[in-house]
């Protein structure tokens, strides 16, 4: 067994870009982890980006689309669903970056994936439905409405005294 110490990996969404002169522009693909995780949902396997970049006159400004694979939990019935998903991505980098702006290091790279994670945790849904009509889960028993009917307990709003209690309510404004 040797005992090598790991070495940093270089983060697949950091480009070199110093030789960029104003008006010119390259473009780069990358793929990496992100590592993503909400309650409502998951980034699953590497994104990918594909992006342009382009030379400023006092720094570089990157425009990309990310695609990555996102789980969705289904906030009813809690069901996973695997989507394929994409953002936009535009962000500008400057060596005095103003509070929109990501540092353009001194050594000529910039550094893409937090404006990338941004996005794409943004681009996740809030409240995520595995299909719109989804019946979600009984709140007393658990069961999911969406394959077993439960016809094991009252409706409170079917209750013949509900519109009553609606009236008497003091907080029904
Ligand atoms: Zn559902
Ligand atoms: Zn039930």
């Excluded at 404006?115 to 979600?136: F, I, K, N, Q, T």
């Amino acid at each position: 067994m040797s005992s090598t110490a790991v070495k940093p990996e270089p983060s697949p969404f950091v480009f070199a870009v110093g030789e960029l002169r104003p008006g010119d522009h390259r473009d780069y693909v990358a793929e990496g982890p992100l590592g993503v995780t909400l309650d409502t949902g998951r980034v699953v396997n590497d994104v990918s980006l594909t992006v342009r970049i382009s030379a400023l006159s006092d720094g570089v400004v990157a425009n990309g689309t990310v695609t990555f694979g996102a789980v969705l939990v289904c906030h009813r019935c809690l069901a996973e669903n695997t989507e394929e998903r994409s953002v936009e991505v535009m962000q500008v980098f400057q060596a005095e970056p103003d509070e929109d702006g990501r540092r353009f290091e001194s050594d000529g790279t910039i550094d893409i994936e937090p404006a990338v994670r941004d996005e794409v945790v943004l681009g996740l849904p809030l409240a995520p439905l595995c299909r719109s009509d989804c019946l979600g889960l009984c709140t007393v028993c658990g069961t999911d409405l969406n394959t077993n009917p439960c016809s094991g307990h009252t409706d409170e709003s079917d209750h013949p005294l509900a519109a009553l209690r609606q009236l008497l309510d003091p907080q029904d404004t």
